[in-house]
């Protein structure tokens, strides 16, 4: 009993309880249909979420512990980018992959 309720003593352990709470009061107030699709969605962007986190903590770690505030710029630039270049055309994914990339290394390079 006494590991149970030393639990909440852990770091993530008052996030993860505001993000259930979170998920049941929009099932509440929305229904379950709309709270269902707005956990897929949360699923689709904790990828993307998960992989800026561990790259600036290696841009914090590898260096004097500045944080590069750069990061949420590129991306935005990224995605807009490669957007435009995909124009809503299936087929030219792989073009706005390489848009993004480039220009994504292009931001690397010049900061």
Known sequence: MSSVLSIRHATW????LGAVLVGMVAS?????G?????????SAFVVFSALVGLG???????????IDLSIPATIALSGGIGMRVMATNDHAIVIGILAVIVTGAGAGAVA
């Open 13 to 16: 352990f008052w996030s993860f």
């Open 28 to 32: 509440v107030v929305f229904g379950f």
């Open 34 to 42: 709309t709270a269902g699709s707005m956990l897929s969605t949360a």
């Open 56 to 66: 600036q903590m290696l841009v914090i770690s590898s260096g004097p512990g500045n």
